[in-house]
């Protein structure tokens, strides 16, 4: 059964609180409660837990880019005439 996105979140935050908690253990929103070896074992579910939130919807590659535009028709802007060296405007 895949989680939804509330459900990897309430996740993310249940790991959170263990990390700060003397013992490892994770309520999750499903009822049932997780308790972890060590640490390192708590820190990989955390990084499976974030891997499954970035990946959610089969989207591997989630992460935004902009775009990005330069002004103008020449390195000074249009019509603004600057000496070499000026930089862009």
């Known amino acids: 059964m895949a989680l939804t996105l509330t459900e990897l979140y309430a996740i993310r935050d249940a790991i959170q609180r ?8 994770v309520h999750a929103p499903d ?4 308790t972890y ?3 390192d074992e708590l ?3 955390e990084a ?4 499954a ?13 902009l775009a ?13 005439p ?4 000026w930089g862009y405007w």
């Open 68 to 80: 990005q535009h330069r002004r103008g028709d020449g390195p000074y802007g249009p019509g603004f």
């Open 31 to 34: 009822g049932k409660d997780i």
């Open 43 to 45: 820190l990989k579910a």
């Open 18 to 25: 263990a990390k700060g908690s003397p013992v490892l253990r």
């Open 82 to 85: 600057g000496p070499p060296g």
């Open 37 to 39: 070896r060590s640490m």
């Open 53 to 65: 939130i970035r990946t959610y919807g089969n989207h591997p590659d989630s992460k935004s880019t």
């Open 48 to 51: 499976s837990n974030d891997e």
